[in-house]
């Protein structure tokens, strides 16, 4: 009879330090990611030559065919949102669809002067 003790199996390398770090990296990149709400409607932007980056937290979406977006609002319901949270130190971002006929923007203007925005900027891409 053979009672030596039975020879014991290699074990491989754990892999729970792996784990942890993928977990780690899962954790960093949820915490460091800002999530963007989608876009209301397709904007193709106009292009211009210098950019600077409007820093505004009040964005008004405006497509080719004049409709308004602002905050899940369309129409007069976003017209009198935005009246509601536009003051004399607000900057506005207009993010206009390039399409838009220079007299329905004339129109628009028009429209968001008499709400005291302090300055209203349009986004656009670099051409």
């Known amino acids: 009879m053979d009672f030596a003790p039975p020879p014991q199996r290699k074990t491989g390398e754990s892999i729970v ?9 899962l954790i960093f990149f949820l915490m460091t990611s800002e999530i963007k709400a989608p876009e209301p409607f397709e904007i193709s932007l106009p ?3 210098r950019l600077s980056v ?3 937290e009040l964005t008004l979406h405006v497509s080719k065919e004049a409709t308004i977006r602002f905050d899940d609002f369309q129409g007069d319901t976003a017209w009198a ?3 509601g949270q536009i003051d004399a130190n ?8 390039a399409a838009l ?12 002067t008499p709400l005291g925005a302090a300055s ?8």
């Open 17 to 25: 330090p792996m784990i942890n770090v993928v977990f780690l990296l």
């Open 47 to 49: 292009t211009a030559d």
């Open 54 to 56: 409007p820093e505004s």
């Open 81 to 83: 949102r935005l009246g």
């Open 90 to 97: 607000s900057i506005l971002k207009l993010r206009i669809d």
């Open 101 to 112: 006929p220079a007299p329905e923007l004339a129109k628009l203007l028009q429209r968001l």
């Open 120 to 127: 209203v900027e349009i986004v656009a891409v670099q051409k």
